[in-house]
């Protein structure tokens, strides 16, 4: 049973950081592609990053990059999202997304291995 996990959100202040970590099982982890993809209230599903698997390949949306790092422990099945310098629009549920086939960020198709969503809140 493919499952992966999201921690550390909550809530922060604008111009904070946070980290996400996503823990993966079940599952191939090296074999697959990661991202994570976030939906503020009101708004459609939005990519933040991807990172293919090893590590070496990264992707970023306009809307984070500069102020966000993808990373990924193999060893532990793990990905990681740093943000810093949050803002109030990066508000949302962020969702942990394995996906095969790393060219298909940031728009994969339907399907893949998704997370629960873990809650990003920051406060003006």
């Known amino acids: 049973q493919a499952q992966l996990v999201e921690s550390g959100g909550g809530l922060v202040q604008a111009g904070g950081s946070l980290s996400l970590s996503c823990v993966a099982s079940?599952?191939?982890?090296?074999?697959?592609?990661m991202g994570w993809i976030r939906q503020g209230p009101g708004k459609e599903r939005e990519f933040v990053a991807a990172i293919n698997w090893d590590g070496k390949l990264t992707k970023y949306s306009d809307s984070v990059k500069g102020r966000s790092t993808i990373s990924r422990d193999n060893t532990r099945k793990t990905v990681f999202l740093r943000l810093n310098n949050l803002k109030p629009d990066d508000t949302g549920v962020y969702y942990c997304?394995?996906?095969?086939?790393?060219?298909?960020?940031?728009?994969?198709?339907?399907?893949?291995?998704w997370g629960r969503g873990i809650q990003v809140t920051v406060s003006p």
């Open positions: 997304v394995a996906q095969f086939v790393y060219a298909e960020f940031p728009n994969p198709p339907p399907g893949g291995y």
């Open positions: 079940g599952f191939v982890f090296s074999d697959y592609a």
